[in-house]
């Protein structure tokens, strides 16, 4: 019972990154209709980004976690402005061809500057965790929790309560009429690709002080993301939120109960057991557009 | 001159090993481009002819790799319920057959279950099933020994009854025998194609509603064509991993499957020749770069070169290389895009 309990706190941390990492990919399939296989470098970007704030910049732990969200922003409104605009009306598997190719170019970037070497970022939290009854959980990863819901919550308020998230959403539903409507479609791609891509790197700049930063580190959680966005329905934000701590929970009790070895495949015998059963996701209502 | 090309290719490759005077180092490079290429050829057959594009082609390859090596190795597992399994070893070309029943029957599961979703579902479901393989490889350590890699696996023997037998253990040798069945693979294709499945693989990629209307069975036809196009990449494996001689579970690592792609989409996709350019030069783009650069910064090229064909050549080497070829009719469109020099696009 003991281990149970501790295996649903670990699922809780988990599953809000990845949570983040669904939500940031589905956003950009479900408004652009785009397979972004840049996110899991996004992610490793994210990580390294916080690392070199931490180490290089001195900016401190709290300040250098914006600082990286914000850079994956710029960099995710740099792909979408360079390769993702000219490509605008092309069939999406030319479009999931060149961001492959993007994914490669840099994740090969980050390998050659900084190495293979796995680097640790240094966080301010004590090393004795916190002992709740027969559970025990580290700051540092509370800490990763809260932050990532409050991600969430703040995306959730920018697209339902805010003029961006009007359009994004009407750009979502009809891009046509969105632009008939005196809606900037163009803009909007560009900031929804960029919210998406600094909600990837939001996730690696907080799962990467809990594990270790290195450059292939993308590549799982690229994997996992369309896990996710799978699991709650191609384009569903809510799905890909419940999708994120779904996938969690799998990994969790699959690696506590099973095998630790078969962790990281929880989430593929998913994708493959939904796309047998259900195959527009868990939580489909009408047809989505998108 | 596209009837030519082919078998000029064909003769070139077929006189290469001479000029090269036996330079183990070209001659790997050009084994382990063959198999790739032929792995390419057979991700054609999905991406290129009906538009379904298949990212976890690499597992394929790999069980081919994986039955083929433990065919001819033999091996003993536990299964539980205290059934265990015992194999005692099997000639190697025994190994390249099963290699080729194994994946097939694989391209039918998959396809069974996948070619009930399109687009990027398609896409997922089949990374999904690479990834669950290559984690089956690495945990079953029984049977494949995990990360410690398959080794001593024996060299393919080919016999003629009444001529005696060959083993192949020399690089001119397995040059040899990869141009061999890749050329058959390419007749293969060509056969294929043209046939009446072929038209009907076409049409489902052209307008699958269309297609359907004229009684065409998706599913059917769909299934089929990956149960072929996983053979042959079973085949492609099973020839990696007699030659290689040691296998371990980084053969499904998805970068091979994106070199398979950037191979097919580079060479010209839906076109023969296509992936047979398309492999050779992106297979030796490494040896050319090799001297030059890091293997990072040539990952950094392969990426940027993938990028810069979309843009450029969208429909990839051939293709586009024959439309600047090819002399403009008068009357004509001045656009590359409005020739069709492919024989198989008639």
Known sequence: MDQLLQHLVNTLILGGTYALLGIGLTLIFGIMNVVNFTHGALYTMGAYLMYLAVTALGLGFFLALPAAILGGLLLGAVIEFVLLRPLRGSDIDTTMLVMIGAGIVLQSGTLWIFGGVAKSVPTPFPDAPLHLGPVSVSWLRLFVLGAALALIGLTYALINRTRLGLAMRATFQDHDTAALMGVNVRLIYTATFAIGSSLAAAAGALLGPVYVVFPQMGGLAELKAFAIVILGGLGNITGAAIGGFILALAEELGAGYISSGYRDAMGFLIIIAVLVFRPTGLFARAERIG | ?346
């Not at chain 2, 064909?10 to 180092?25: E, F, I």
């Not at chain 2, 190994?95 to 996948?114: E, H």
């Not at chain 2, 398959?150 to 037998?165: E, M, Q, V, W, Y």
């Not at chain 2, 030659?243 to 996709?269: C, E, H, N, Q, S």
Request: aromatic content about 8%; hydrophobic content about 55%; charged content about 10%.
């Open chain 2, 1 to 346: 001159m596209t009837r030519l090309l082919p078998l000029a290719l064909l003769a070139g490759l077929a006189l290469l090993p001479l000029g090269l005077d036996a330079n183990p180092y070209l001659l790997n490079a050009l084994i382990t481009t063959g198999i790739l290429t032929i792995g390419a050829m057979s991700l054609n057959l999905l991406l290129g002819f009906t538009g379904q594009l298949s990212l976890g082609h690499i597992a394929f390859f790999g069980i081919g790799a994986y039955v083929s090596a433990l065919t001819s190795l033999g091996f003993e597992v536990e299964l539980g319920f205290g059934i265990r399994v015992v194999h005692e070893p099997w000639p190697a070309a025994l190994g390249f057959l099963l290699a080729v029943v194994a994946a097939g029957l694989c391209g039918w599961l998959i396809g069974r279950l996948s070619f009930r979703v399109r687009g990027a579902y398609f896409v997922i479901v089949t990374i999904s099933f690479a990834e669950v393989v290559r984690l089956v490889a690495l945990n079953w350590v029984e049977l494949t020994q995990g990360p410690l890699a398959l080794t001593g696996i024996p060299a393919l023997t080919l016999g003629l009854p009444g001529l005696g037998s060959w083993t192949l253990r020399t690089k001119v040798q397995n040059y040899y025998l990869v141009l061999a069945v890749g050329t058959l693979c390419y007749l293969m294709i060509a056969r294929l194609v043209g046939s009446r499945f072929g038209r009907a693989m076409r049409g489902l990629k052209e307008n699958e509603s269309l297609a359907l209307s004229v009684g065409i069975n998706a599913t059917r036809t769909l299934t089929v064509a990956a149960v072929i196009s996983a053979a042959m990449a079973g085949a492609a494996g099973s020839l990696y991993a007699h030659y290689l001689r040691i296998i371990d579970p980084d053969v499904f690592l998805f970068a091979t499957t994106v070199t398979m792609v950037i191979m097919v989409v580079g060479g010209g996709k839906g076109t023969l020749m296509g992936p047979v350019v398309g492999g050779l030069v992106f297979g030796l783009l490494p040896v050319a770069l090799r001297p030059v650069m890091a293997p990072e910064a040539q990952w950094i090229v392969f990426g940027l070169v993938l990028i810069a064909i979309l843009f450029v050549m969208p429909r990839g080497l051939v293709p586009g290389l024959a439309g600047l070829l090819t002399p403009r009719r008068r009357g004509e469109a001045p656009t590359g895009s409005a020739i069709q020099p492919v024989e198989v696009r008639s």
